[in-house]
């Protein structure tokens, strides 16, 4: 069993790293066209009615970190932050819901064993 | 696809958060099916790398890009409760720390990239693997149409949205049919990066792919050598039980 839970988690480390150079590198070579819902707004003539988030002061926003002129470092910290922040709450989310899911069988699945 | 603030009112704005919201609610429950010790590992990394591949943004002629929606790819990867929890997660974060996609619009993101990318591609997928050959390739084309068809859905949805409650007065035929024609082309590098990231996930660990975990073979017994005293009998039963 330590075996196939090692090898799992050794995917696992080998996505968070691709993922890592992903975010950290490759993406400063992301196409900088508008995407699909951008170009049809703007094709269509209803792009001037979109609005600045609430957040487009955030120090991350847009992926370029706030402060840092070049470009390529700009958005590697943003994707590695990202990335790092993505991580904290979705492995904390999961492993916490997975736990609770097991230590709870009974909500899930009434086991008709215990149901007369 | 990240809807910013403005181009949908406040009222259907408020609606999709309603929607939006109540899928999460449901999820949380409905995924306890899914998340076993190796679903929920798995999860996290499908968020982790979904985000990551939603910054990379691939041409796709007419001077327009796009990038990994990934609905279809955690619903494989995952299972479609779980999935749609994991882009949840992403586009929280993104709205909240990168201004991708508005907060007032984080409602009707959810619903379009989520929920309805995962309801069209789980539920094909499923029905393609169980006609198909149960091989690699298979599965891999398999991912490659549900994510394909995925995306010129959620794109619809928009248009949808659109009709209801956009901040314009445009047609909502001529928004569909821009929508849908746009992210047809987009959904082929959907296709592709899920088939791919999919095929990946198979060669190393078949079993970590929850959409066709009850495809793969039964895994063999592993007994132990009958040696000597069978103490080591109760040992192999657990090793060989599936975790």
């Known amino acids: ?116 | 696809m990240h809807i910013p603030d403005g181009f949908i009112n406040a009222p259907v704005s408020a609606a999709a958060g309603v929607v939006a919201v109540a899928g999460i609610a449901v999820a949380l429950r409905r995924s306890s099916r899914e998340l076993d010790d190796r679903t929920a590992p798995m999860a996290g990394l499908v968020a982790v790398y979904i985000f990551a591949v939603q910054m990379l943004n691939f041409p796709v002629g007419a001077g327009t890009s796009g990038h990994l929606l990934g609905g279809a790819l955690a619903a494989i990867l995952v299972g479609p409760w779980t999935g749609a929890l994991a882009i949840s997660v992403v586009l929280i974060i993104q709205a909240l720390m990168f201004a991708d996609g508005g907060l007032s619009a984080l409602g009707l993101n959810i619903v379009n990239v989520a929920f309805v990318t995962v309801a069209v591609a789980w539920p094909l997928f499923r029905l393609l693997v169980r006609m198909l050959p149960r091989s690699r390739v298979a599965w891999m084309g398999a991912s490659f149409v549900a994510a394909l068809v995925s995306v010129p859905v959620s794109a619809a949805a928009f248009a949808l949205e659109y009709a209801i409650g956009g901040n314009g007065t445009f047609s909502p035929g001529t928004v569909l049919a821009a929508m849908v024609g746009t992210h047809v082309v987009i959904g082929l590098g959907e296709g592709l990066i899920t088939a791919l990231t999919v095929g990946a996930v198979l060669a190393a660990r078949p079993d970590l792919v929850l959409g066709v975990r009850d495809l793969l073979p039964k895994p063999e017994l592993r007994t132990a050598p009958p040696v000597a005293d069978g103490t080591r009998a109760p040992q192999s039963t657990t090793e060989g039980s599936p975790a």
């Open chain 1, 1 to 116: 069993m330590s075996t196939v839970r090692r090898s799992a988690w050794a995917v696992i480390g080998i996505g968070l790293v691709v993922s890592l150079l992903l975010a950290g590198g490759l993406s400063y070579y992301a196409s900088s066209h508008p995407d699909g819902l951008e170009k049809v707004a703007e094709d269509v003539g209803f792009l001037d009615t979109a609005e600045d988030s609430a957040t487009a002061d955030s120090p991350l926003s847009d992926y370029a970190a706030a402060g840092v002129d070049d470009a390529r470092l700009s958005v590697g910290i943003a994707g590695l932050v990202g990335v790092a922040i993505t991580a904290a709450v979705a492995f904390g989310l999961f492993l916490w819901l997975g736990r609770r899911h097991r230590a709870e069988p009974a909500e899930v699945v009434p086991d008709p064993a215990t149901t007369p």
